[in-house]
């Protein structure tokens, strides 16, 4: 590679003493914005219960409750996020409550969150060992990967697919996790990008824990008194809204960066330029790079970080406005054929990652 690599220790040898005592404080305000959101959600299916009583012409008004309560379900996964890296709950006990009761409107257990998560994707960013990174050309064509080709954002994708692809894609990659450790638990799993394996006991906490998930996923339901007009609006609708937000930011987090050896964020992570709006909402997840850099600190200590970043290494580091982004998403193909060059799903095309050095020059002459 032509760029030089720095190690995520090596950036925080440099940042670490330039911060605030305070930015390594747990921030317990996510705890109750995580409750209200809890409570949006049960208003939202407390209303929904009545939806067979509506009349049809009137149904449109419940929409808008249903945007609202998807963004609960984004809003539920990123306080989970931030408390399972430690960053909002000092007590363990009270961060697995709060994680799992989260986490489980995403069917996502909390001890494989913290395996595939915290303990791969966060040490092997972009890497070989990336259980989150997109399917080199050369591994075999396996169901996860044909699932890719199809509805993951691309040159090639079909819009129809790709806004199926928008509402299911988190269903998909947890239960392409959560198959390969309960089933199998090898490194020879194939249908991941990498596999992630645990030990026999986290395998059976993971195990009651889904049970668990199946449970509470039951009991929304139950709540809803299985009408179907009520499960349409109340529960399909806002987590397909939810898990689409998600993915939204998950894609452009890495999918445009390069291959790593070497666990360097500002060259195989991207933050983005964001209305404040989407920042205030969402706990800053637009820092990513900030984030992957100090995984427990106080997220609205990110934009510090980014001051910190755009001094000190401005030229490694991954900016881009958020449209740029999903446009640089949908005119690139989605497979790694190297480290830094991407190409198509039968590897015709050849094109260099956006975020790589070479062509960084080419996206700010565009900005």
């Known amino acids: 590679m032509s760029e030089i690599v720095i190690s995520q220790t090596e950036y925080l040898k440099v940042l670490r003493p330039l911060l605030p005592e305070a930015a390594f404080q747990p921030n317990t305000n996510k705890l109750f914005i995580l409750?209200?959101?809890?409570?949006?959600?049960?208003?939202?299916?407390?209303?929904?219960?009545s939806l067979d009583r509506w009349s049809i012409e009137w149904l449109w008004l419940y929409l808008p409750l249903s945007l609202v309560m998807g963004?609960?379900?984004?809003?539920?996964l990123f306080a989970a996020h931030d408390s399972m890296h430690g960053s909002t709950i000092g007590r363990p006990h009270w961060r697995y409550l709060f994680g799992f009761l989260a986490l489980s409107l995403l069917w996502m257990p909390p001890t494989l969150w913290k395996a595939v998560h915290n303990h791969k994707h966060h040490?092997?960013?972009n890497a070989i060992g990336d259980p989150d990174r997109m399917y080199l050309v050369g591994q075999n064509n396996t169901w996860g990967k044909w699932i890719q080709n199809l509805f993951v954002p691309s040159a090639q994708v079909n819009w129809a697919l790709l806004i199926l692809g928008m509402a299911t894609s988190w269903v998909v990659h947890t239960f392409r996790h959560l198959s390969s450790?309960?089933?199998?638990?090898?490194?020879?799993?194939?249908?991941?990008?990498?596999?992630v394996v645990v030990s026999p006991r986290k395998?059976?906490?993971?195990?009651?824990?889904?049970?668990?998930?199946?449970?509470?996923?039951?009991?929304?339901?139950?709540?809803?008194?299985?009408?179907?007009?009520?499960?349409?609006?109340?529960y399909v609708l806002p987590m397909s809204i939810g898990y689409a937000g998600v993915m939204f930011y998950i894609y452009t987090n890495h999918f445009l960066c390069q291959m790593t050896d070497i666990n360097d964020p500002l060259i195989n992570s991207v933050?983005?330029?964001?209305?404040?709006?989407?920042?205030?909402?969402?706990?800053?997840?637009?820092?990513?790079?900030?984030?992957?850099?100090?995984?427990?600190?106080?997220?609205?200590?990110?934009?510090?970080v980014q001051e910190l970043l755009q001094a000190h290494y401005p030229k490694s580091y991954n900016l881009i406005p958020v449209d740029e982004a999903w446009r640089l998403?949908?005119?690139?193909?989605?497979?790694?054929?190297?480290?830094?060059?991407?190409?198509?799903?039968?590897?015709?095309?050849?094109?260099?990652?956006?975020?790589?050095?070479?062509?960084?020059a080419k996206i700010e002459s565009n900005l």
């Open 71 to 76: 963004n609960s379900v984004i809003i539920c």
């Open 329 to 360: 998403l949908m005119a690139t193909p989605r497979h790694y054929r190297d480290e830094i060059v991407l190409t198509d799903r039968h590897n015709l095309e050849s094109v260099i990652c956006p975020c790589a050095i070479e062509s960084k």
């Open 123 to 125: 040490t092997q960013t």
């Open 181 to 195: 450790v309960l089933l199998f638990n090898h490194d020879r799993v194939e249908y991941v990008p990498a596999p």
């Open 35 to 49: 409750i209200i959101n809890f409570l949006i959600l049960g208003m939202g299916w407390t209303i929904a219960r």
């Open 203 to 234: 395998r059976q906490i993971i195990a009651i824990e889904s049970l668990g998930i199946c449970a509470v996923h039951a009991g929304i339901l139950i709540y809803l008194k299985l009408n179907i007009l009520a499960i349409l609006l109340g």
């Open 271 to 304: 933050s983005l330029k964001m209305p404040e709006i989407f920042n205030l909402l969402h706990f800053n997840f637009s820092y990513h790079t900030e984030h992957h850099l100090f995984p427990s600190i106080n997220s609205d200590y990110y934009p510090l």
